[in-house]
């Protein structure tokens, strides 16, 4: 400690300011969940996954869970992208070992039950946990680990209410996107101006980095993919950085494939989360800094542990030397993982 200024600013909020880190700092997605005991404790504790969700005092314990085992360089939020529209008065619920299930949006009327009126009164446990977990770290952490706040993107949360669940598809949800481009648009709409809400009011929280999981980015064609990934990420990175210029957001529009570039330069994004499936020097190369990569270590690989977890990060690490970076995964940590594998992944970048 005793260190001022500079040496003060925590090394993912450096990354993300357009700096080459190095080692780089860390964090995974997923990193709170079911391959944690600790975790599975609190589940049971709190009953349902979204109790959990609106339970300040068990969220924020969850969010920090994984950064007093391991010690990472952002704590996410413990939340999920599905909560805005809960809070919207969707009805929502997780079906045990089915994922989550929502009344099918198919209509006009359906939409108009909408209320975003809802939002910031319903969302008011989330912000407390997104208080409690920046006094923790602030106390514990200072000048480590950042607080990340999160929401779903438009389309992505359009995927599942659209569809009523998940799908590899979403057939319904691309069909609505040609057919009923007015009732799609209203629905894109609305939730564009709910997600501004909701990360303003995260930020307001404590939140110091957001980011936006779109999730079946993947799953459009070019054409509705600049409309419904690119435009609306646009708009929300837009709105947040008129307000508060100094909060990095870090966009994650998976399996985007080529589209990833485009998506970098016309969102104004400060990080971009790359998946499992884009060769990391060739989006090294696609999307220059100042704007961050962040990813894409094959979960598979952390389960499997071992030489393959060894020789997968340490490409990812050669190709992403000297630019702006932050060591993620491609995608959520899966449940099977031995937690002693993400330890033993930890000491490998921590050595880079
Ligand atoms: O640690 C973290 O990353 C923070 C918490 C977080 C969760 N979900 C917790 C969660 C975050 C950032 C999410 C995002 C999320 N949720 C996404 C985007 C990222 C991705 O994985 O593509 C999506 C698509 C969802 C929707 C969702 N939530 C599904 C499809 C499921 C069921 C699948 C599953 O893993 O069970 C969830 C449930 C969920 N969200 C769990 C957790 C820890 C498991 C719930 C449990 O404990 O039973």
Avoid at 199 to 218: H, R, T
Avoid at 235 to 241: E, F, N, S, T
Avoid at 278 to 296: E, F, K, R
Avoid at 321 to 344: D, K, Q, Y
Wanted: aromatic content about 8%; overall charge neutral; glycine content about 10%.
């Amino acid at each position: 400690m005793g260190d001022e200024g500079q040496g003060m600013t925590k090394p993912i909020l450096r990354a993300l300011a357009g700096e080459a880190v190095w080692p780089p700092p860390l964090w995974l997605m997923r990193q709170a969940g079911r391959y944690l005991p600790e975790y599975r404790a609190i589940r049971a504790e709190a009953g349902d996954f979204i109790s959990l969700c609106i339970n300040p005092k068990l969220a924020a314990e969850v969010t920090l869970q994984p950064i007093r085992r391991y010690g990472m360089d952002a704590a996410i939020l413990f939340s999920d992208i599905l909560m805005l529209p809960w809070a919207l008065g969707y009805g929502l619920r997780f079906a045990e070992g089915e994922g989550p299930v929502l009344p099918p949006l198919r209509d006009a009327a359906t939409l108009a039950t909408l209320d975003s009126a809802r939002v910031p009164g319903a969302i008011e446990p989330i912000l407390e946990t997104v208080r409690r977990v920046r006094v923790e770290l602030d106390a514990t952490r200072p000048g480590e680990t950042a607080l990340i706040g999160f929401a779903g993107a438009p389309f992505t949360v359009a995927c599942y209410m659209v569809e009523g669940h998940g799908s590899k598809e979403f057939g319904a949800v691309r069909g609505m996107a040609y057919r009923d481009p007015a009732l799609f648009g209203g629905l894109m709409d609305i939730l564009t101006k709910a997600t501004i809400v909701y990360l303003s009011a995260q930020i307001e929280a404590g939140a110091e980095v957001v980011m936006l999981f779109d999730s079946w980015a993947g799953v459009l064609p070019p054409l509705l993919f600049a409309a419904h990934v690119i435009e609306p990420a646009r708009q929300i990175v837009a709105a947040l950085r008129q307000r508060y210029p100094h909060v990095p957001v870090i966009g994650f529009p998976r399996l985007g494939g080529l589209s990833i570039a485009d998506y970098a330069r016309v969102t104004g994004v400060q990080g971009l989360g790359l998946d499992t499936t884009v060769d990391p020097a060739l989006a090294s190369a696609l999307v220059p800094g100042p704007v961050a990569l962040q990813g894409n270590l094959d979960p598979l690989a952390v389960e499997a542990g071992g030489p393959a977890m060894r020789e997968a990060t340490g490409k990812i690490l050669a190709a992403m030397r000297g630019r702006p970076f932050v060591f993620n995964l491609g995608h959520g940590i899966v449940p099977s993982t031995p937690p002693e594998n993400v330890a033993a992944l930890v000491g490998l970048v921590r050595a880079a």
